[in-house]
């Protein structure tokens, strides 16, 4: 079974930094593309970030490139997303997934259209106060 946990959401000031991970675990992390969603409050979720595991490439979205860096632990088989200087837009819940299409990269169609076909995680929440 494909699954991931997302972990390590709370409450943190504006220009604070958390750290959130993904453990995954039933698939070939090697050959994997990771994505980082969010959704915040009345809103559609949008794509954050993402890599591909086998060559390292990342991709973050304009609202957050400069903010937060995506890496990897392959022997844990675990994703993070550091986030610094948080802005109280980023309040959300936030969501990793999975694509394991060998065709697709990052960014994908379905990492624009938060659409990843092989996996979602439970969800974090992240608030940022003002």
């Known amino acids: 079974d494909v699954q991931l946990q997302a972990s390590g959401g709370g409450l943190v000031q504006a220009g604070g930094s958390l750290t959130l991970s993904c453990a995954t675990s039933?698939?070939?992390?090697?050959?994997?593309?990771i994505g980082w969603f969010r959704r915040a409050p009345g809103k559609d979720r949008e794509g954050v970030s993402c890599i591909s595991i086998v060559d390292g490439i990342t991709h973050y979205a304009a609202s957050v490139k400069g903010r937060f860096t995506i890496s990897t632990d392959n022997a844990k088989n675990t994703v993070y997303l550091q986030m610094n200087n948080l802005k109280p837009e980023d309040t959300a819940v936030y969501y990793c997934?999975?694509?394991?299409?060998?065709?697709?990269?990052?960014?994908?169609?379905?990492?624009?259209?938060?659409?990843?076909?092989?996996?979602w995680g439970q969800g974090t929440l992240v608030t940022v106060s003002s």
């Open positions: 039933g698939f070939a992390f090697d050959d994997a593309v």
């Open positions: 997934a999975v694509e394991l299409d060998e065709a697709a990269g990052c960014p994908s169609i379905n990492w624009y259209g938060t659409m990843y076909s092989s996996g």
